[in-house]
C-alpha cells in the first residue's frame, strides 16, 4: 500500500462533505456578490459612517480603504472574515479527523496493518487535507472570476483575486496543519481541534487589537493574520508575507507532525 491508496482513501470518505461545502461557498459568494451594486448605489451615506470610525476598527474590518469600491466591498464582506473562518471551521475539522480522529474512530488501524510506513500514512492524509482545502478554495475563487461582471466587481483583476484566494488557502492551511500536527503527536482529536482553533482566534485577536493596544502593536506583526490582510492581496497582489510566512510555519509543522506519530505507541 502506498501513500496515494492512502490519499484516495480520504477522498473518498470526504467527497461528499466536500461538495457540499463547496456548494455553501458558492451560495455566499453568489449572496455577498449580489449585494454589491445595492451598497454601491448608497456610497455616499455608508462612506460617512466608514469615515466616522476609529483608523483601527475600519483595518479590522478590512475597510480601511472604503466599503464602496469592488476591493473595499469584497474585502470587507468576504475575505477580511467569513471566507477565511469558514475555510478553518473545514480545514481543522478534516484536520483533526485525518489521523486523530480516524485514529479514535477505530479506522486508522487497518491502515497501518499493511506493509507501509506510518509516516507514507501520515502524509497520504495530510496530502487529502490539502487537496480538499484546495478544492473548496478553487471552486469559490473560479464562481467569483466568472460572476465580477454580473456583480459590478470588474474592476477587481483576476490575478489579484487569484492571489487572494492562494493567500486565503494558506491562512488556513496554516491553522490546520498544525492541527494535523498536534492530532498526529497526541491522537487526541479534541486537543487538536482545539489548539488549532484556539491559535486561529489568539492570532485574530493580536492582529485585531493590535490597532487599538499600543502593547500588542510591537507583535501585531507576529500574526498570521497580519501577513494574510497586511497588505492585502485584493489590492496588492501577490504579496511575499502571505505566500512565503505561512510555509515557514506550515512545512515545519508537518514534519514535526509526521515524526511524533512515527514514533509513538498507538497500543
Partial sequence: MSAVIVLRQMLRDRTRSTIWWSVAMIALVV??????????????????????????LGELLGAAGGITSPVGYLNSQFYSNMFPILLLVFGIGIASWSVAGAEREGTLEPLLANPVRRSRVALGRYAGLVLL?????????????????????SEISVANLVAAGVASFLLALLFATITY?????????????????????????????????SALESVRWLSPWYWFLEPSPLVDGWT????????????????????????????
Fill in 31 to 56: 449572496a455577498v456578490g449580489a449585494s454589491y451594486p445595492t451598497i454601491k448605489a448608497s456610497a455616499g451615506g455608508l462612506e460617512d459612517l466608514m469615515e466616522s470610525m476609529p483608523e483601527g
Fill in 240 to 267: 511575499l508575507a502571505s505566500i512565503a510566512l505561512p510555509l515557514l510555519v506550515i512545512v515545519p509543522a508537518v514534519a514535526l507532525g509526521t515524526v511524533w506519530f512515527t514514533r509513538r505507541d498507538l497500543r
Fill in 133 to 153: 482545502l484546495a478544492v473548496v478554495v478553487v471552486v469559490t475563487t473560479l464562481v467569483l472570476i466568472a460572476l465580477r461582471g454580473p456583480f459590478q466587481l
Fill in 181 to 213: 500536527a498536534v492530532g498526529a503527536a497526541t491522537g487526541r482529536k479534541g486537543l487538536a481541534a482545539a489548539l488549532g482553533g484556539g491559535l486561529a482566534a489568539a492570532t485574530y485577536v493580536v492582529f485585531g487589537l493590535g490597532s487599538f493596544v
